[in-house]
């Protein structure tokens, strides 16, 4: 039978037991690479295959676990030679008993953010397996023992674009019910299931003790058949086996076909004995039938978002009418986004929305580099927001969780383009009620259009809840009426459809005074006609109140304590312009600024700014007041009266006022506070860029724009900088001395192109007599120096 | 077995800041304190190791089972020692996580955490070190040795993490520029010898990692002595 047959059927199915246990016991040594056994000694697997088909597996795993060119570089064989002897070993021993998978394990590297390994070149490594397993006439692919969700994608997504073979995955977790890498079974589940996975479920790990809350968390999320394999019970501390016997192990697990799991086998530690003693125990079992009830989610690799309450979507990483994301943007700087989206969490939102389209900039490239980043700092789930198709499959290939994609709309063009991606990639999608003829003005055409789109949505395979509605907000200064059939078109959605809503608050109130008062009482009073998912700016804390006191007065808030935690130390100001959070600004103190930069007084020194902003030109306070200061800190740190610490310190206290002058320029006309262009970047090879961070504070707040590369930074790319924004300096960071050489790489390449620029040095292992070998024009010692070399380069 | 970060030593946390213990002003003494607070909340540490055989021969030092550790400075170092514990930690990609998380928005508190956590992944070596000698009584143990170390080169992180079986056990692996991820991570050797010898004692004129040593660069020492 095929394998999705097996799964349609209500009786359990059987894998098979430990592999690495058994080549152990017939001699392979410790350290070796388990997968050239099936070019040295293919009768070992052949024994142990047959072994676990006469036990009663109905699926046994080919040994291909780790051959992948990463893992097999060091063998000197291809991935090809020796998945297609894995696989026809297994085929061989199966002989019509048993249906053959092409096992992959993890790659043996980490994907970025943690390690280093790209995403697309953790798929295209995948591909190869894939490949080889299909030419090799594997029956289904069981990806296996995952920690990181991210590779266990990539791994999927290469089984999904190779092959048209079924798909099961598991993933390793801790008794913490997570993952090395933090991943919940929840996240897992979502994402796999989303991305096109047939099973999913635990492997490794735990004893088969442990797997009941696993089971039952992913029985919440996923309506797929799950898979369990796990070791043959928790070790003994002094490695001497395992606590629980063989009949126990299969007894335990056997167990579990009532609480729904559908297919069963072991992994670490257990034998052909241990699979016929379950085999035995799931004989004349039925899986029990859960009735399953997957609610409307989304997710991050650590955190599921259940819409089942108003859910907050963060609207600040957007540049419409943002200057400042405007010039963040151009200069590819990504911590501002960075900064937006923690700033959007800590004030309460669940969601954040990612806009990054801007006509002069490379969107797709600006999105997949912003939505990398963003997952390496938050757990909130990401809403991908453009207008173009490549620009939102780049994002989803990437974004390592279930997405959002903001949006499709009832054209026909844009049902074809957007929803199949939708899909493909397993998010959720805001549909927006509009399509040829515009925005209909009753609600009842809107509800048609939501209709149409949940319609194409299922044809194709998505979700019901997983179609998020957005009536749209129309602006009630010029069109009054307008406002309540948004509000009756959502709740119809709501009710009639069953849909989830989503709405973009703000625009209700352009073109009118008052606006955040405006902008609460619709969002009110869209809640109260079921709006789901709020699109507001988060950092308003009008807007976050309207939120918490609807959780509170629709009994949603269990004892008020989430409206009790925010506002119980908090004097909520009732006047009409109460636009920020409730921490009210710091008062001044009566210091200079000089002084409070100097002391490294944050809050203080963007209000003294503000102050002084009203009797001094910008670029005097910049002038005469903060690089005074920090030339003064800068002075101390050099004779050891002021440390590192210090340096940072006033260096962030001078950032908190540069930011206050940046805004003031931004909304005025002329004037600018940069110095001039300086590249950093921590070369190939190295992550290790904290260094490198630390010299991009200074400069920055010596006024110097910084185009801060990153790390891990290809020399070509340093080249490409260094001339499209005319930098006269670039700075370059290493850690090791195993990626210097990359270091003299990047320089030889900066002077191969001719360009004008002076490149600076620095990082732990290097010495001034090293940088003038690698033909380095300044050898930066600590982060004050480099500022110091900024000042004499670029002035 | 190791579960959680013990409480961080500020003052060590202080030394790796650049900033000498007792010349601290309170309020970096306080932010030091919270990013040590919440870097014991962070980090999982895990750590995985083995006891070998190990023969010293002409260019390096063979474990048993065949891999060689290339070099004179480990070889010498473990001059006495019949056998070698080699073993690995890491404090998890968790660890990493938050100084990231703290990087776009402040960096005295990424610093803070980053040395933090070198200090934890320093105090998660110590433990293991002392539960691997409790194991091994009356022997005495030169201090541990790290690749990177005196002409012991980096790119045999793989293969130790390949030994230990790592990147499947605790989850650590080495990119292909020989870089441990997640980065706040040892890889070391502890040499067991029956008998005494010389080297227990890390100080600046035994280590290996004296030329290229930042600390010893501005004047100063690690603080471990």
């Known amino acids: 039978m095929e394998f999705l047959e097996l799964l349609k059927t209500d009786r359990p199915v059987l894998l098979d037991g430990g592999m690495g246990t058994m080549l152990q016991a017939r001699g392979l040594p410790v350290g070796a690479t388990p997968e050239l056994v099936a070019l040295e000694h293919p009768d070992w697997l052949r024994e142990i295959h047959t072994a676990y088909l006469d036990a009663g597996s109905q699926i046994i795993y080919a040994n291909t676990f780790g051959a992948n060119r990463e893992k097999l570089e060091r063998t000197g064989r291809s991935v090809e030679e020796i998945v297609s002897a894995a696989v026809a070993v297994a085929k061989e021993a199966a002989a019509g008993r048993g249906l053959v998978a092409l096992d992959i394990g993890p790659c043996g590297q980490l994907l970025e953010p943690t390690g280093m390994l790209g995403f697309e070149d953790a798929v295209d490594l995948f591909a190869q397996v894939v490949r080889a397993g299909v030419q090799a006439g594997a029956d289904l692919i069981a990806i296996e023992t995952m920690t990181d969700l991210q590779e266990a994608r990539a791994a999927l997504l290469a089984a999904k674009e190779n092959s048209n073979l079924p798909v099961l995955v598991t993933m390793t977790y801790e008794a913490s019910g997570r993952t090395f890498l933090g991943c919940s079974p929840a996240a897992a589940a979502l994402t796999l299931e989303g991305l096109g996975a047939d099973a999913v479920g635990v492997n490794c790990s735990l004893g088969p003790r442990e797997m009941p809350p696993l089971v039952e968390e992913l029985l919440k999320w996923t309506n797929l058949p799950i898979v369990l394999k796990p070791n043959a019970g928790l070790p003994h501390p002094d490695g001497s086996g395992y606590d629980i016997t063989p009949l126990e192990f299969a007894q335990s697990l056997a167990a579990l076909a009532d609480l729904g799991v559908k297919v069963f086998g072991g992994c670490c530690g257990t034998t052909p004995e241990y699979i016929a003693l379950l085999s035995k125990e799931l004989a004349g079992k039925t899986v029990k039938a859960v009735p399953r009830h997957v609610p409307a989610a989304v997710c991050s690799a650590t955190q599921a978002v259940p819409i089942d309450r108003v859910r907050v979507i963060g609207e600040r990483i957007n540049p419409t009418g943002k200057k400042l994301m405007k010039e963040a943007l151009k200069r590819g700087d990504v911590d501002y986004m960075l900064g937006q989206a923690l700033a959007q969490t800590e004030a309460g939102a669940d969601i954040l929305d990612v806009n990054v389209g801007l006509p002069e900039i490379d969107e797709a490239d600006m999105m997949v580099r912003t939505v990398k980043a963003l997952q390496g700092v938050t757990d909130a789930p990401l809403q991908v927001d453009s207008t173009d198709p490549k620009v939102l499959e780049r994002a989803l290939r990437v974004y390592c969780g279930k997405a959002i994609v903001n949006s499709v709309n009832g054209e026909s063009a844009s049902l074809e383009t957007i929803l199949p991606l939708v899909k493909k990639y397993g998010a959720a999608v805001v549909g927006l009620t509009l399509d040829e003829n515009g925005i209909p003005k009753t609600a009842q055409a809107r509800v048609d259009i939501a209709k149409r789109i949940l319609e194409r949505a299922q044809e194709l395979g998505i979700r019901k809840e997983d179609v998020y509605i957005d009536c749209l907000t129309l602006t009630v200064s010029a069109e009054q009426a307008a406002a309540s059939q948004t509000l009756e078109a959502l709740h119809r959605v709501k009710t009639e459809l069953g849909l989830k809503t989503v709405l973009g608050v703000s625009n209700i109130s352009f073109g009118l005074p008052a606006r955040p008062l405006v902008n609460q009482n619709f969002l009110t009073m869209a809640m109260s006609a079921g709006l789901d998912l709020p699109i507001i700016n988060p950092n308003v804390d009008a807007m976050m109140a309207a939120v918490r006191c609807f959780h509170l007065l629709t009994n949603v808030d269990t004892d008020a304590r989430e409206f009790i935690a925010a506002y119980a130390n908090a004097s909520v100001s009732t006047s009409i312009t109460a636009g920020n959070s409730p921490a009210a600004a710091p008062q001044s103190t009566g210091r200079s600024l000089k002084d409070l930069v100097i002391a490294g007084l944050k809050g203080e020194a963007g209000q003294a700014t503000r102050t002084l902003l009203e009797t001094t030109a910008p670029m005097d306070i910049v002038d005469n007041v903060l690089i005074p200061a920090l030339d003064q800190v800068g002075a101390d740190f050099e004779q050891n009266k002021v440390f590192l610490p210090q340096l940072i310190q006033s260096a962030g206290a001078a950032q908190a006022a540069f930011e206050v002058i940046r805004e003031k320029l931004s909304t005025g006309e002329g004037g600018n506070v940069s110095r001039g262009n300086v590249v950093l970047a921590t070369v190939k090879g190295d992550i290790h860029d904290i260094g490198k961070n630390i010299v991009k504070v200074l400069l920055e707040n010596y006024g110097y724009t910084v185009i801060d590369l990153g790390r891990d930074v290809d020399p070509a790319a340093v080249v490409e900088a260094a001339r499209k924004y005319e930098a006269p300096l670039v700075g370059l960071s290493a850690l090791m001395t195993t990626t210097l050489k990359s270091m003299a790489q990047t320089i030889a390449q900066l002077h191969d192109a001719g360009l004008p620029c002076k490149i600076m040095v620095g990082g732990a292992v290097l010495t001034p007599e090293y940088a003038k070998e690698i033909s380095a024009d300044f050898y930066a010692r600590d982060a004050k120096e480099s500022v110091d070399i900024a000042k004499q380069v670029v002035g | ?225």
Not at chain 2, 113 to 124: H, M, N, P
């Open chain 2, 1 to 225: 077995m190791i579960s959680a970060l013990s409480p961080l030593d500020l003052d060590e946390v202080l030394r790796y800041m650049g900033c000498p213990a007792d010349q601290a002003p309170p309020e970096t003494r306080a932010v030091v304190e919270q990013c040590a607070r919440e870097m014991e909340a962070a980090a999982r540490p895990r750590w995985i190791g083995r006891v070998l055989d190990i023969t010293l021969e002409e260019d390096g030092v063979r474990l048993e089972g065949g891999l060689l550790l290339p070099g004179q400075d480990l070889r010498k170092h473990l001059e006495g020692c019949e056998r070698a514990a080699v073993f690995c930690a890491t404090l998890s990609a968790q660890a990493d996580a938050l100084i990231r998380r703290w990087e776009s928005r402040d960096m005295l508190h990424a610093l803070a955490l980053d040395c933090c956590a070198t200090a934890g992944v320093e105090q998660v070596c110590d433990q293991v070190e002392q539960e691997i000698e409790s194991q091994f009584p009356g022997c005495s143990f030169p201090f541990r040795f790290s690749p990177g170390y005196g002409d012991l080169p980096l790119n045999i992180q793989g293969e130790l993490l390949h030994l230990l079986d790592a990147p499947r056990k605790i989850g650590l692996c080495a990119s292909t520029s020989h870089i441990l991820t997640p980065r706040k991570s040892v890889t070391a050797i502890l040499g067991i010898a029956r008998g005494k010898i010389q080297q227990t004692v890390r100080s600046c004129l035994s280590c290996p990692a004296r030329e290229s040593c930042q600390y010893r660069k501005s004047g100063g020492h690690c603080g471990i002595s």
